[in-house]
C-alpha cells in the first residue's frame, strides 16, 4: 500500500519536502473491516490549516501519519455485512492507494448519474459548504446582489450557481481572465471581476451597481477591503475561509468600522458542524446536477506522488475548479 505521510510542518508555504511517499504491506482483514482501493484523493485549503501545530478548530494533524483527506474508491475486500465487494464508496481514507477501515466512514454513493470523482466536490463537502454559507447563513433572496471570492474555485463555483437559482445578481472574484472567463461562461455569473488586473475597487463597483447584500468570504485580505467599501446597510457575510492567510500572512483589515456603519452580519462557519443540513443541502444539489443545471470543473493530479504538488499549486491558485488526484 502506497502512502503519503506528513513528516514535517511547513514554515510559511508548504514544500514538498514534508511529506514522504512510503510502502507498507497490507495486513489481512480483520472481522468487520473493510477495504477500499482509492479512486481519487481529494485536496482542500484546510489541509494547509491541519498541518501546523496550534490551535484552531481542529488538532493538529499528527506527523509520521498518512497525510488526512476525503476519498472516493470502491470496496475490493469486505468483512463487513454493510459493504460488498465492488460498492463504490466516499471516505476519509488520506492519501493512500488502499484504506482499510471498520466502515464508520464509509458512505456508499450512486454514480449512475454523478461521477465518482464528483462526489469529492461538488455533491460532496466542498458543494455542501457552499449551500450552508449561501442558503443557511446569507439567506440570500431573489433580486439581492451575492458576491463571492474565489469563484471559480470548488465551493464559489457552486455558491454563485445556488445564487443564480434564487434569483440574484451573482458576482464572482477570481484570479484571471480564464478563471473570470469559466465563471460567467461556464458557471453563468452576471460578472466575473478580476482581483490580479490592478483596479479591483473600480471593477468591483461597475459589477456591482446596486451595492452588495450578501458576501461569501474564501479569501480575506485585500478582496475584503474591497467588498467591505460595497456593503449594504444590514448586508450579510459568511466567512467561510480566509486562504490568503494560511501561510501566515498578516491580514489587518482596512476599515473595521465598516461592519458597524453598515450594520452588517459576520459569521464564521465549519461545514462538519452543520450536519443537520447535510440530507437538504445534498439533495438540491443532486437534483440540479441531475437536471444539468449545476456545472462544475475539476482539476486531475495523475498519480498518488503527485498530491503533495497539487496542494501547493491549489494554495498558489493553480487549480481550475476542484482540485483531486487521480490514483486508477
Ligand atoms: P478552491 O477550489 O477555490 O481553490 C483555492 C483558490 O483560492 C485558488 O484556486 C485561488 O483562486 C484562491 N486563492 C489562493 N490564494 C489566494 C490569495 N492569496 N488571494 C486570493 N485568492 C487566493 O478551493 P475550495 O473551493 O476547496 O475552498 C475555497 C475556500 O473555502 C477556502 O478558503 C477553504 O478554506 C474554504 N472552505 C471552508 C470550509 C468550511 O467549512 N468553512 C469547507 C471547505 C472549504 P484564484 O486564482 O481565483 O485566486
Redesign the pocket.
Known sequence: NRQILLVSRPQGEVQTDNFRLVETPLAPLAAGQVRVRNHFLSV???M??RMNEGKSYAPPHPLDTVMLGGTVGEVVASENAAFQVGDAVSGFDGWQEFGTSDGGSLKKVDTTAIPLSAYLGVAG??GV?AW??LRHIIGAKAGETVVV?????????VVGQLAKQSGCRVVG????PE?CRLVTETFGFDACVD??AGQLEADLAAATPDGIDGYFE??????LDAVLERMNAFGRIA??????G?DG?PMPLKRPSLILTARLKVQ??????HLDLWPRALEEITGLLAAKRLHYRESVAQGLEKAPEALIG??????????VVKLI
Not at 218 to 223: E, K, L, T
Request: proline residues 4%; contains cysteine.
Open positions: 482542500d485549503p484546510y494547509r490549516g463537502m466542498p459548504t450552508v454559507g471570492s474565489a469563484a471559480s474555485g470548488a465551493v464559489g463555483s472574484i477570481a484570479g484571471g478563471k482581483y490580479k474564501n479569501v480575506g485580505g485585500v478582496v466567512v467561510c475561509g480566509m486562504i490568503a494560511y500572512q464564521g462557519f465549519i461545514v462538519s458542524e491549489l494554495l498558489k491558485g493553480r487549480n481550475l475548479g476542484k482540485q
